[in-house]
């Protein structure tokens, strides 16, 4: 509930302040992944994949790419992808802690797609490592994932939103 209240709370004050959206509004058929992410209840691996997939679709394939490289100053080569963008983004505006964003994104995406978007191979497990997850309580692991995201939008709040800009 920390998270999805975060997340609404953040939007709102992102495009207030800055009139466009960090994270693009999701769509009607999409809407569901912001209302229903939490913590599993269980260990099974099912709904921690499902809940993986709510958070990558919420902060990772939500990001605002058209905004993002037109708030970028340097020139950027046409293939960048959107995690790229941001990291960029958040550099030029000397965001505290941002490669350690990054990478948490970064292994977000990671785990989503050993898991979630694809077969489960051998990688996963190295993914799960990654990330700090005991791949026998999921649940656990995904609430360390929450809180990563939690200090993410936080830290995005302090230094964009909170201090005067």
């Known amino acids: 509930l920390r998270f999805r209240l975060l997340y609404r709370r953040f939007q709102d004050d ?18 569901h992944h912001a209302d229903t992410i939490h913590i599993p209840v269980t260990n099974d691996l099912n709904e921690f994949d499902t ?14 790419d058209v905004e993002l490289k037109s708030a970028i100053k340097e020139s950027l080569p046409e293939n960048t992808k959107s995690i790229s963008k941001l990291e960029l983004f958040l550099k ?9 964003h990054i990478d948490f994104l970064r292994k977000l995406q ?10 489960k191979s051998s990688d996963y497990e190295k993914e799960m490592i990654k990330l700090d997850i005991d791949i026998n309580y999921p649940s656990i692991g995904f609430a ?22």
């Open 14 to 31: 992102w495009f207030n302040k800055y009139r466009w959206n960090l994270f693009k509004p999701l769509t009607d058929q999409d809407a």
């Open 51 to 64: 809940q993986i997939l709510s958070l990558t679709k919420l902060l990772i394939d939500s990001l605002n």
């Open 144 to 165: 360390k994932i929450l809180d990563n995201a939690i200090k993410f939008l936080n830290d995005l709040r302090d230094h964009f939103i909170s201090k005067s800009r």
């Open 92 to 100: 030029q505006e000397q965001v505290m802690d941002c490669d350690s």
């Open 110 to 119: 990671k785990i989503r797609s050993k898991s979630s978007a694809h077969r």
